[in-house]
């Protein structure tokens, strides 16, 4: 490696819980029913593109968009269109849904074939066809970013494996089970880009994927494995930059402002897959953990199927559930119900127990600091937390708001357990109603 590890400021070390790491993935049969979303990424949600009634095959698109930032969803199952109709998301609002009742068959639509030898403006429309979005969590269209504006040269690929958060083991099985295909679309992205040199990052508890991943890179050029220690959150974009290269990203700014890539170990393995088969994105790697689940265990799951029915294949619960999170205890978003669906970034469901959703009553801030140390954004929580709860929201944007990457640092070490995370994103929310407000205001001439 060119540059020594870097430690970002800030960052906590919660307990790793993963209790999953060495259950080899499962495939789960074909649910009873498919629901699948028509937003499932960062950027503008898809229009349905069938009927009601109509029949639809395994792989064929169901939902699409002209917007420039916005991903295609396709049907992971062949079956008739029950209905289409508005669901209810956790962020409380409604998202235009198809239902989908499988007819057993999994018949693949006729269009579906391998994807070889494309030039790179082929590839990547191919690649924004297949629906990817990244795999990590975030959810953000992946040909956006491997197109970045003009002027804007992209020097480094880093390949994020690190899975910091508790209970998550979804990338560390597919590092585990699926080395090569890392590997292979790691230097698929670097030809594509023109990117000279990637780094694969990945903490050190994961010392099967360091040693597998690390024996294979012999056999591709400027790739190298980072070990990197164990420090959350260690997989965040910026963080880990800093981490491999030494690079920052500025405030306010992207990663591609200062030449680097990022992309999740999933992300760039199905890239390698999705040029092989042509099936688009219609799967998903979720750990399945917590308490209250019977047999915790890593799922490979059709997009659309209900969170009920992943539960039920893990045996169901074995003590009274408390609270469903859609991802880590740390960034993840509580489930309001079990009928909700496993979507394109999903890749943990946890089931706690009272015990482990046991968090003490907030109380007023004591200006402790610790949120401050914590935070590795070098942001002032506490300060955006009180604008936030004034409704002061402009303030809350001169204390850098939007900054926040939402890591739960803060939340996690508050000795008065403000709800820090959770005013941060109703704040974040409010800055982007202004905003529209304002555009609207502009475009009226008012």
């Known amino acids: 490696m060119t540059n020594p590890i870097k430690r970002f400021r800030g960052g906590i ?16 049969p074909l649910p009873e029913k498919i629901v699948i979303p028509m937003l499932q990424h960062i950027g503008a949600p898809c229009i349905p593109v069938v009927k009601k009634g109509e029949r639809v095959l395994v792989g064929q698109k169901i939902g699409s968009s002209d917007a420039m930032i916005s991903a295609p969803i396709h049907s992971s199952v062949s079956g008739i269109v029950n209905n289409i109709r508005p669901m209810l998301y956790p962020g409380g609002f409604e998202v235009t849904s198809i239902e989908i009742k499988p007819d057993g ?11 070889l030898n494309l030039q790179k403006e082929d590839m990547l429309l191919k690649i924004k066809e297949s629906g990817l979005v990244g795999l990590g969590g975030a959810g953000f269209p992946t040909s ?16 994020n494996g690190a899975e910091c958060e508790p209970y998550i083991t979804s990338d560390y099985r597919e590092m585990v089970e ?35 991943i690390c024996t294979l890179s012999r056999e591709y050029k400027n ?19 800093y981490a491999v290269t030494g690079r920052k990203v500025p405030m306010g700014r992207l990663p591609s402002d200062i030449g680097v890539l990022v992309q999740n170990v999933n992300t760039v393995a199905f890239i390698d897959e999705y040029l092989r088969t042509g099936i688009p994105l219609i799967k998903k790697k ?59 970034n999903t890749n943990a469901l946890l089931a706690l127990t009272e015990k482990e959703a046991a968090r003490r009553k907030e109380s007023i801030c004591i200006r402790c600091g610790k949120c401050v140390e914590a935070c590795p954004m070098s942001l002032m929580p506490l300060y955006i937390n009180a604008y936030s709860l004034k409704g002061n929201i402009e303030y809350a944007l001169k204390y850098h708001l939007n900054d926040c990457i939402e890591c739960g640092c803060c939340s996690y070490v508050c000795p008065a357990s403000r709800h820090l995370v959770q005013s941060i994103r109703y704040a974040k929310a409010e800055a982007r109603k202004l905003t529209n407000e304002k555009k609207e205001r502009e475009q009226s001439g008012k």
């Open 13 to 28: 070390k919660p307990p790793h819980t993963k209790t999953t790491a060495e259950y080899e993935t499962v495939k789960m």
């Open 105 to 115: 068959h999994q018949e693949i639509d006729g269009s579906i074939t391998p994807h």
């Open 144 to 159: 956006v970013k491997l197109s970045p504006p003009p002027g804007k040269v992209l020097d480094i690929l880093v390949v």
């Open 178 to 212: 699926n080395p090569r295909g890392i590997l292979e679309g790691t230097q698929i992205i670097m030809e594509l880009t023109g990117i000279k040199k990637a780094f694969v990052g990945i903490e050190k508890n994961k010392p099967e994927a360091i040693k597998k």
């Open 223 to 241: 790739i190298d494995v980072v070990p990197l220690p164990m420090r959350y959150p260690q997989g965040g974009e910026k963080q880990l930059i």
């Open 286 to 344: 979720v750990t399945v953990d917590g308490g209250a689940v019977v047999k915790p265990m890593n799922v490979e799951v059709l997009i659309g199927t209900a969170l009920n029915d992943v539960f039920k294949f893990c045996g169901g619960f074995k003590e009274p559930l408390c609270k469903v999170i859609m991802g880590g205890p740390m960034m993840g978003v509580s489930q309001f119900s079990l009928e909700s669906s496993v979507i394109k």
